[in-house]
């Protein structure tokens, strides 16, 4: 059963940090990639990082490197996105998906025509 379940969105002040988690099934875990996109009101989607879940080789928007971590825990079937120095552009609903296919984190991050699988998201508030 493929399902990918996200968590730890909420409102932090420009400056401040979240984490996200992305818990998935076993099934869809198997897959290739997990990745993070985000979608701000009246933008298109946007991928945020992503790591290949067999070698742990990570890639991020440009956007965002420096700032953020994706890191996983295969024990436990979760995908963790580390949010620091949080800026008011980072508002946006954050997706968690997962890829099958073979190019799914390439330098600059993920394309979301990559990813087979999606989470429902979970909204992220920066103010300033």
């Known amino acids: 059963q493929v399902q990918l379940v996200e968590s730890g969105g909420g409102s932090v002040q420009a400056g401040g940090y979240l984490r996200l988690s992305c818990a998935a099934s076993a099934y869809t875990y198997s897959s290739n990639c997990m990745g993070w996109f985000r979608q701000a009101p009246g933008k298109e989607r946007e991928g945020v990082a992503a790591i290949y879940t067999s070698g742990g080789v990570t890639n991020y928007a440009d956007s965002v490197k420096g700032r953020f971590t994706i890191s996983q825990d295969k024990a436990k079937n979760t995908v963790y996105l580390q949010m620091n120095s949080l800026k008011p552009e980072d508002t946006a609903m954050y997706y968690c998906?997962?890829?099958?296919?073979?190019?799914?984190?390439?330098?600059?991050?993920?394309?979301?025509?990559?990813?087979?699988?999606w989470g429902q998201g979970t909204q992220v508030t920066v103010s300033s």
């Open positions: 998906a997962a890829s099958t296919r073979p190019f799914c984190a390439p330098v600059g991050g993920p394309r979301q025509y990559e990813y087979n699988y």
